[in-house]
C-alpha cells in the first residue's frame, strides 16, 4: 500500500456521533475508499474528537499528509485553520463528491467547504 496523501477526519464528538450519525459517514467513506482504485491507498478515515461546529453536523475535515505526517496523530489547530478543506453538515451524496473531487483529483469542492 502506498503512503495516504489524505486524512478524512470525521467528527466524533457528542453532538455528531451521537445526534448525526458520524459512525455512518466513517463507514460509506471506507466502503467508497476501499472499492475505488484512486482512493485505495492514498485516503484513509479516522475520527476526531470535535471540531466544535456542533450546529452543522456532521463534520469532516479532509487533510492533506506530507511525507512526515502520521495520520494517526489528530492535526494541530493550525492545519485546520489554514488548508481548505473542513466540510460541514456532510450526507452520502457529499461525501462521494468530497472522496471524487478533493481526494481523488486534488481540487476541494468550494460550494461545500467552509471556513474553519
Same mark, same amino acid.
Not at 461545500?112 to 471556513?115: C, E, I, N, P, S
Given at each position: 500500500m502506498s503512503k495516504p496523501r489524505y486524512c478524512l477526519r470525521v467528527c466524533d464528538g457528542p453532538s455528531c456521533g451521537v445526534m448525526h450519525g458520524s459512525e455512518r459517514l466513517v463507514a460509506l467513506a471506507e466502503r467508497i475508499i476501499a472499492r475505488e482504485p484512486g482512493l485505495a491507498g492514498t485516503t484513509v478515515v479516522r475520527n476526531y474528537?470535535?471540531?466544535?461546529?456542533c450546529d452543522d453536523g456532521p463534520n469532516m475535515f479532509v487533510q492533506p499528509l506530507g511525507p512526515g505526517d502520521d495520520p494517526d496523530r489528530d492535526p494541530e489547530f493550525e492545519v485546520l485553520e489554514r488548508e481548505r478543506g473542513f466540510y460541514p453538515g456532510m450526507d452520502e451524496t457529499k461525501l462521494e463528491r468530497v472522496l471524487t473531487q478533493h481526494c481523488g483529483r486534488g481540487e476541494v469542492v468550494d460550494d461545500?467547504? $467552509? $471556513?474553519y
Open positions: 474528537t470535535c471540531f466544535g461546529r461545500l467547504v $467552509d $471556513d
